[in-house]
Nanobody
């Protein structure tokens, strides 16, 4: 069973930065896409950013220009660098990994942005 462990969340003031990490228990070469999703209380879980095995990236419009997703294949880790954070970025952030047959989720890391 694949495990994804997120870290790096916390409380930050508006305008600040955080870097989230997602460490996988196996080589991330096996995943076609890895991504970050977020879910605020009472809302659905939405895609924030994703990166394919080939390095192509995709971002939600609300985070374009502020967030950057990257992957370190040697460390089996995916990162989400978040800058110019806004209170509306407050949510539980989840790491996701997709292979041809499976879809894996981490437990989430809380990001809270104060105004």
């Amino acid at each position: 069973q694949v495990q994804l462990v997120e870290s790096g969340g916390g409380l930050v003031q508006a305008g600040g930065s955080l870097r989230l990490s997602c460490a996988a228990s196996q080589s991330i070469f096996s995943f076609n896409v890895m991504g970050w999703y977020r879910q605020a209380p009472g809302k659905q879980r939405d895609l924030v950013a994703a990166v394919t095995s080939g390095g192509s990236t995709n971002y939600a419009d609300s985070v374009k220009g502020r967030f950057t997703i990257s992957r370190d294949n040697a460390k089996n880790t995916v990162y989400l660098q978040m800058s110019s954070l806004k209170p509306e970025d407050t949510a539980l952030y989840y790491c996701n990994a997709k292979s041809l047959r499976n879809d894996y989720w981490g437990q989430g890391t809380q990001v809270t942005v104060s105004s």
